[in-house]
T-cell receptor, first 114, second 113 residues
């Protein structure tokens, strides 16, 4: 069974600084997708970034980028130039892609200090 | 594009009562998913539909839970004889047949007293 582990329950970052959120996963599949979702107080899950396992190049979306280490089964999210609106829970997630059923980690609460 | 809509936003019920939640996916999204999220945890998969067919059910979905998507559009999730352990947020998500991106609703928060 696939598992996703987020070992840090909370992190804090100063506004305009950079922060990295960690995630590891376990799978026996060779082809899969990895995601980071943001859940603000409104509760709606918002896709931040996704990575296809077959792609060696790390995905980037504006201030958000990932460090995907397939051999180590590691998938960290870097947020640059942190903004107050980045404060939320962040979930790492995995799917095989065949049916897009997502397996989520426990999440991490990110706070941004003004 | 009105997004994925869930109703109600909040539901408070007494133990033993039945409750039903509704999810309206984005139009043309043929796949619809239900997840459950408890406090301090990530969402857990419950079940999913492709059009009106329920293709997979998690072991989390006990006999007291039933989900339907009768015409391949909206879906309902019913919980019979609710228990305090059913208290959670129930999330619905949908996606296009060829897309990997899931669009989530804002969820229904269930509190069982």
């Amino acid at each position: 069974a696939q598992t996703v582990t987020q070992s840090q329950p909370e992190m804090s970052v100063q506004e305009a600084e950079t922060v990295t959120l960690s995630c590891t996963y376990d799978t026996s599949e060779s082809d899969y997708y990895l995601f980071w979702y943001k859940q603000p107080p409104s509760r709606q899950m918002i896709l931040v970034i996704r990575q296809e396992a077959y792609k060696q190049q790390n995905a980037t979306e504006n201030r958000f980028s990932v460090n995907f280490q397939k051999a180590a089964k590691s998938f960290s999210l870097k947020i640059s130039d942190s903004q107050l609106g980045d404060a939320a829970m962040y979930f790492c997630a995995y799917s095989t892609g065949a049916n897009s059923k997502l397996t989520f980690g426990k999440g991490i609460t990110l706070s941004v200090r003004p | 594009d009105t997004g994925v809509s869930q109703d109600p936003r909040h539901k408070i019920t007494k133990r033993g009562q039945n409750v039903t939640f509704r999810c309206d996916p984005i139009s043309e999204h043929n796949r619809l998913y239900w997840y459950r999220q408890t406090l301090g945890q990530g969402p857990e998969f419950l079940t999913y539909f492709q059009n009106e067919a329920q293709l997979e059910k998690s072991r989390l979905l006990s006999d007291r839970f039933s989900a339907e998507r009768p015409k391949g559009s909206f879906s309902t999730l019913e919980i019979q004889r609710t228990e305090q352990g059913d208290s959670a947020m129930y999330l619905c998500a949908s996606r296009l047949p060829w897309g990997e991106k899931l669009f989530f609703g804002s969820g229904t928060q269930l509190s069982v007293l």
